[in-house]
């Protein structure tokens, strides 16, 4: 059984900044906490050396399929996940599923600085079956804020989203554990604490998949992620998250996969750059030709790096950031970049993402 939720740490002082000044999400990326590294993790200086060995386990794998289409960050904005979805083929003017066999992933980040976390949230729970009945698939991962909202972590979010969780159906915040919490956080908190019902939503969701030769995470996959096992991170996650063991360093490292930035930078890594090279290991010991990851804004749209084998869908679509909505498709060696504007296809070799101004200091 994990321990108690420290409430006293990770919930009454956001929760107090909160109510003082409506939201957190203002505060400077220099001066805002992040989670700090486990002892073992590797420094991004360190991270392309030693070579890791192939994962054996390879339960994070699906197979490949003819059209992949990834989004990246939602942060609660249910207009901006609903324009990304239709971008991508996925659904009607009526939220339906309509991609048939398409293989739709999102990166992590529904949650925090936004009031429609809970209808997002619901909504891919809902598109994963139908997606399956049709023969498709709907992969949701978990990216730095839903971790931030299993460990009670509250910094980022809204007013509107400490009240969205008050009518969730099922949810109890009565119970004798969550008397230390404030009440205009007791329906969050019971939401999301381990083994809550939301908790439990996002422990559906793994860290890091692969389908085909494509790996999807938030931050990115170092190669000490493979070293310590893909699969091995989500199941620990999983199992935190379920309210069965504690929240595992290796997630909430600096350097996790959920926090990464070694290859989100600005200006893009170039091949031969030590980021490329930890890339290069990573793809190896996954048996994949690319990386796909968001959690850092790329102001001018969708990026790629180190020659085309990562990239950067944060757009920043969410109402906070003011973004335009896009989505990343995935057909055999050719990727495109859709917009509601116009799709332009990128094929391997060119780098053409790397151009584009990519943000790469903010907290998010």
């Not at 929760?15 to 805002?32: F, I, K, M, Q």
């Not at 399956?132 to 972590?153: F, K, T």
């Not at 604490?193 to 559906?204: F, R």
Request: hydrophobic share 40%; with cysteine.
């Amino acid at each position: 059984m994990s321990a108690a939720p420290r409430f006293s740490t990770l919930l009454a002082p956001p929760l107090a900044a909160l109510l003082l000044a409506g939201c957190d999400a203002d505060r400077p990326a220099s001066t805002a906490p992040r989670p700090a590294p486990a002892a073992s993790a590797a420094t991004p200086s360190s991270a392309a050396s030693p070579a890791p060995p192939p994962d054996t386990d390879r339960s994070y794998a699906r197979p490949a399929a003819d059209r992949v289409v990834a989004i990246g960050d939602l942060h609660g904005d249910l207009a901006a996940t609903r324009a990304a979805l239709r971008i991508a083929g996925a659904i009607d003017a009526s939220d339906r599923w309509v991609g048939g066999k398409l293989v739709l992933v999102q990166t992590g980040d529904e949650l925090d600085r936004g009031d429609g976390e809970q209808e997002i949230v619901d909504l891919f729970d809902r598109l994963t079956a139908e997606a399956r009945a049709a023969g498709g698939a709907v992969y949701a991962l978990n990216g730095n804020h839903e971790v931030m909202n299993v460990q009670l972590d509250f910094r980022y979010v809204t007013e509107g989203g400490f009240k969205d969780f008050e009518d969730a159906p099922g949810l109890d915040a009565s119970g004798p554990q969550l008397a230390p919490v404030p009440p205009p956080a007791r329906a969050r908190a019971a939401a999301f604490v381990p083994g809550g019902l939301y908790a439990k939503k996002l422990a559906a969701r793994d860290v890091i998949i692969a389908v085909g030769d494509t790996v999807f995470a938030h931050g990115g996959v170092l190669p000490s992620h493979t070293r310590y096992g893909v699969a091995r991170i989500n199941r620990e996650v999983r199992a935190w998250m379920e309210g069965k063991g504690p929240p595992p360093a290796v997630v909430t490292a600096e350097d996790s996969p959920v926090w990464a930035r070694l290859y989100s930078s600005d200006p893009p890594p170039s091949p031969g750059s030590n980021a490329c090279a930890a890339l290069d290991q990573a793809l190896a010991a996954m048996s994949a030709k690319r990386m796909v990851v968001g959690h850092t804004v790329q102001r001018n749209g969708i990026t790629s790096a180190c020659g085309d084998k990562v990239w950067r869908i944060d757009v920043g679509m969410a109402s906070h950031y003011g973004g335009k909505p896009a989505a990343l498709e995935i057909a055999g060696d050719t990727v495109r970049v859709l917009t509601s504007e116009a799709s332009e296809p990128k094929t391997p070799g060119g780098d053409k993402g790397e151009s584009k101004k990519a943000v790469s200091g903010e907290k998010k």
